[in-house]
């Protein structure tokens, strides 16, 4: 199945597009998500906790008995994804997705309801989180947004940058240590760690109630250079005491000596080494922008785009149109089998 059709596929089923690659619908009253790949479709439901427990055995039945092998299930944390082989599949909707959701239905899924947020029934809306979407309301998600707007305007009002910049460098201290670690223990070097040393100084910032302003980012960037030296200092002083033999303690008393000595820093900028550390520090920087460039301002807007893109619960028509021979269900949790092609006997 080529992207194109997966999205036609969604359309005349009545359901949204949700990024891309993904979209989201109603069906028996679930709320179902699709996943695209070439030759694999998942399909992912919302399961409460003690759900896989109650359900698991009879939904691989139910599976096993209308797809054979061609689904297999995997039970995440509030999630249960089915992966279905589309090989030889020339209708995935009438071959694949209705026949797993009979599955469900007789492994005695029932609708959920309890919204995401408050835990209450009554749910208007369906919310992403992980790879499903969960039914929760509307104003629960408005309250939400509205916090993070009163903790975003509060924060302008009483942020502190002195306080942030205390956090800021207690977070670039802690962003150094897993660097410093495995270029001493591994002799190895990892961008991936690099980027720790913006990020850990942005939360720290963050976390001392810094005000949440360019000031932010302007200090990641800033202190995850001097990040960098800090984190040659620290080497250099190693070498030096496992060069002389010193113990932990004499090494570290060096380490004052070293920072007030102008002669050590000339030194240390000149080194071969440092100019890696710079270049993987850039990169750090590059890779961690999107984090660290995060204002008061992309905070409200963040929010306020889940708000925008909060889907409705239960409007999509994916159970109305075309080929199913099926009345059309209301969505109450009455939800009494009809037809089930292959009556199974309980046990
Ligand atoms: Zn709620």
């Known amino acids: 199945m080529t992207e194109k059709e997966f999205a036609d596929l969604c359309q005349a089923r009545g359901y949204r597009l949700a990024g891309s690659g993904k979209a989201v619908g109603t069906e028996r009253g679930w709320p179902v998500t699709l996943i695209y790949g070439k030759k694999t479709l998942t399909l992912c439901l919302p399961a409460e906790k003690g759900e896989r427990k109650l359900r698991a055995r009879g939904l691989k039945r139910g599976l096993r008995e209308r797809l054979g092998r061609n689904a297999s299930t995997i039970w995440g944390n509030g999630f249960v994804a089915v992966y279905l082989k589309l090989k030889g599949v020339s209708d995935p909707y009438n071959q694949e997705i209705r026949p797993a959701l009979e599955a469900f239905r007789d492994a005695g899924f029932t609708v959920p309801d309890s919204c995401k947020i408050c835990g209450r029934s009554g749910c208007d809306s369906i919310i992403p989180s992980g790879p499903a979407f969960h039914p929760a309301h509307r104003t629960c998600v408005e309250k939400d947004v509205r916090a993070v707007k009163e903790k975003a305007e509060k924060n302008d009002r009483e942020g502190s940058f002195l306080l942030g910049l205390l956090g800021a460098v207690l977070g670039m201290a802690v962003g150094v240590v897993p660097s410093a670690l495995t270029i001493i223990l591994a002799s190895r070097i990892y961008v991936i760690l690099f980027m720790l040393i913006p990020i850990c100084t942005y939360y720290g910032y963050r976390l001392f109630h810094g005000k949440m302003n ?42 004052p000596a070293a920072v007030r000595d102008p002669s050590v820093f000339t030194a240390i900028t000149r080194d071969e080494d440092f100019f890696e550390c710079v270049i993987f520090a850039v990169l750090g920087i590059f890779l961690a922008w999107g984090q660290i460039s995060r204002t008061n301002k992309h905070l409200v807007r963040d929010a306020q785009t889940s708000l925008d893109n909060l889907f409705p619960y239960g409007d999509t028509q994916a159970e109305q149109s075309g080929e199913t021979e099926e009345t059309p269900e209301t969505p109450e949790e009455s939800d009494t089998p009809e037809e089930s092609d292959t009556p199974e006997a309980e046990d």
């Open 214 to 255: 360019r000031a932010a980012l302007v200090l990641s960037v800033l202190l995850s250079a001097v990040g960098v030296y800090l984190l040659n200092y620290v080497l250099l002083v190693y070498n030096l005491g496992s060069r002389y033999d010193l113990s932990f303690g004499q090494t570290l008393s060096l380490l």
